[in-house]
């Protein structure tokens, strides 16, 4: 799975998944200009939707309708904004009452992949590439014996070779996600 993002100024970026892309940005009163939801927004509700999707298709397995059903969460941070201490995830307007089937629907929700990726505490690793070397200028081309190959062409090979990967892995970026996503639907069905 790949997402790449491009910085657009200010605290703005857009961001690119599959075939689709969104914006996000900062709230006004954290130096953004409010455009889009912001980063915990997007968590919160990726989150959410991927409750109720497994909400949903346990609803539907076991014959509980689920019409006008409404799933909202409220979230909770530290009080330094560090990160999300609690999350509520609440059902309302179920047609029909679930009484005991309640544990059930919770544990199908709690079994999305991005609730069980909370849980499990994935490794995060960061990487940073460097911008390949500047190339030797036209003057210093022009000095070079005649057939003789600039001493740079390598860095400019390697740069290009950088360039090309770059736009091939974006191509192949859709392809990566579908498969990861027709993977996961698969494992979900076998929940």
Known sequence: MRVRLDYLG???????????????DFPAAKGGSDSA???IDYFIGALGSCMALS??????????????????LNAELEEDSSHVKK??????????????????????MKKCIIS?????????????????EETISADDQSESEE???????????????SRDK???????ASSDIGE?????DNSSAQD
Request: proline share 8%; aromatic share 4%; net charge negative.
């Open 10 to 24: 200010g605290k703005r970026f857009k961001v690119y998944s599959r075939q689709h892309s969104f914006y996000v």
């Open 37 to 39: 939801p912001n980063p």
């Open 55 to 72: 909400g949903l298709k346990h609803c539907q397995d076991v014959g509980i309708p689920c019409e006008n059903v409404r799933f909202t």
């Open 87 to 108: 999350i509520d995830c609440t059902i309302s307007s179920l047609s029909v009452p679930v009484k005991d089937k309640k544990a059930a629907l919770v544990d199908a």
């Open 116 to 132: 069980q990726t909370i849980e499990s505490k994935p490794e995060i690793t960061i990487n940073i590439e460097e911008p390949p």
């Open 147 to 161: 057939g003789e190959e600039p001493k740079d062409s390598k860095q400019e090979d390697i740069a290009k070779d």
């Open 166 to 172: 770059a736009s091939s892995d974006s191509e192949t």
């Open 180 to 184: 990861q996503d027709s993977s996961a």
